[in-house]
């Protein structure tokens, strides 16, 4: 789910929100990924406190809760989908140990200074900028605490001009991966691991679930030029990824708070 640098109308917001209601995943990722990113964390126990920020509604958060222990809060700016979040937690029977609340990571978070063991993120940090959120949510988590974050990043020092502009224009904050662990590192942990996701997390997890959901809702709000201009970003989104994927794509980045 990009973020186009431009103020956004209601209208537009609830679109996002309905389009991606529809999804399992609001952005690339997949369940082996979330759980290679998990092989590099240690320390969870029962009593373990984990936040899941920008859960949306929640794919990653419930593989995440079926491999490890403790409590899970699930984050996120949209009620509706933490209403679906809390849905899927009940079908699993996690409903226990995996709440959804809604928030802003813009604000302060809703937890305790040094209380929390794992931060994940998947797709979302680029809302407040990478070494922004990493430096604030630090001081949620407990000296040796662990942070699990995706972010877009460039493979190489240059690139097209055509997929640069699509990037700095939908996520300025882009940059390549040494430089992103260096930020990490300037934040306040050690950088344990960083992988890139596989392209699958793209084309069978992201891309290809939403050529049904275009179809839907381009018939409901046939003739919404608004519609008409989003659902037309969404595809040129997956074209560009398609023709420049050597060039770009999201990395995990695993750290350690010292
Ligand atoms: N982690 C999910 C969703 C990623 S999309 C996945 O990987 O599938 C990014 C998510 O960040 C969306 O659910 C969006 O609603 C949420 N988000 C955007 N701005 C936010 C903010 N200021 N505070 C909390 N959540 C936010």
């Given at each position: 789910m990009s973020n186009e640098n431009k103020t956004i109308s209601q209208f537009e917001l609830n679109l996002i929100c309905e389009y991606f209601s529809?999804?399992?995943?609001?952005g690339p990722g997949s369940p082996e990924a979330t759980l290679k990113a998990l092989s590099f964390i240690d320390n969870l126990t029962e009593n373990s406190r984990i936040a899941d920020i920008g859960?949306?509604?929640g794919g990653q958060t419930m593989v995440l809760a079926q491999n490890i222990p403790g409590h899970i809060t699930g984050l996120d700016l949209f009620p509706d989908f933490i209403t679906l979040f809390n849905r899927n937690a009940g079908r699993l029977s996690l409903q226990e140990r995996v709440k959804g609340i809604v928030g802003s990571?813009?604000?302060?978070?809703p937890f305790k200074k040094e209380s929390l063991d794992l931060i994940w993120s998947e797709g979302a940090i680029c809302n407040i900028g990478f070494e922004q959120g990493l430096r604030q949510w630090?001081?949620?988590?407990?000296?040796g605490g662990y942070i699990a974050v995706t972010e877009p990043s460039w493979f190489t020092g240059e690139r097209p001009s055509e997929i640069d502009n699509f990037w700095m224009a939908a996520e300025p904050g882009i940059d390549t991966i040494p430089r992103k662990v260096s930020q990490m590192q300037r934040a306040g942990y050690v950088p344990v691991a960083t992988f890139i996701l596989p392209e699958n997390c793209w084309t069978e997890h992201y891309f290809a679930p939403q050529a049904a959901v275009r179809e839907k809702i381009l018939k409901k709000y046939a003739g919404n030029q608004a519609v008409a201009d989003f659902i037309a970003f969404s595809r040129q989104e997956e074209e560009l990824y398609r023709k420049y994927k050597a060039f770009y794509g999201y990395v995990f980045y695993i750290g350690k708070k010292i």
């Open positions: 529809n999804l399992e995943r609001q859960c949306g509604t990571m813009e604000e302060a978070l630090c001081e949620y988590l407990k000296q």
